[in-house]
């Protein structure tokens, strides 16, 4: 069962993203660059965080310390990766064969953030996926069994958060909405550290107060985007 259930949870994670790469990613080269990009500047922020963590040796033992400064560090670099997008807007017009990469801005802020929310979620599964893949067991240390779908569904909740976080933040940035800045910067830490139940094995709690998130920010992302009940009508009848 230990197969099965590696391939089932891989495809929990990173299904709904393979298919948005797929469709909306994988025809457009300076769209992949952008995606590779993000996901770069990802790993940039957790390379410091690691060495503020290692540096600081007192609170090595402390995770709220390294969740909340792996947070603050993802959200510089997303600022950072906005500023470069938005400067480099004209050099992207001249070499884009799709225009709309330009001309819709919004197009920019979802690339990188799924580039963001790929590389984050490959890196707090695929410890998980290894140990998944076998001997069998039943859980890590005797835990319940439920962990290892539980870690896959919250890959993919974080995934499609840092899609919806980089919509918004990148919006935010562009018309001064500090209050959706700091929306996204609460959620993303209060997500991260709402992990920290997972210690104590309170999954219901942990995944519905997630999705709960996930959906109200998609919603936001979605409003932000020029997003109306009309349009999601038109699209749901493929009008």
Known sequence: MTLPEFFGCTFIAFGPPFALFVFTIANDPVRIIILIAAAFFWLLSLLLSSLLWFAIIPLRDVL?????FSVVFQECFRYIIYRILRSTEQGLQAVAEDTR????KHILSYVSGLGFG????????VNVLADMSGPGTMGLKSGT???????????????????????????ACDTNNYLHIAYVIGSHLFVSLLTLLNASELYTATLLTNYIITILTGLLAFRVAGGTSRSFKKFVTCQ
Do not use: P
């Not at 790929?118 to 599964?125: K, N, P, Q, T, Y």
């Open 101 to 104: 990469v330009t001309d819709n």
């Open 145 to 171: 069994e439920l962990f290892f779908v539980t870690s896959a569904a919250q890959a993919l909740s974080i995934i499609l958060l840092h899609t919806f976080w980089s919509v918004i933040f990148f919006n």
């Open 64 to 68: 709220a310390f390294g969740v909340f």
């Open 118 to 125: 790929i590389i984050s979620g490959m890196f707090a599964l």
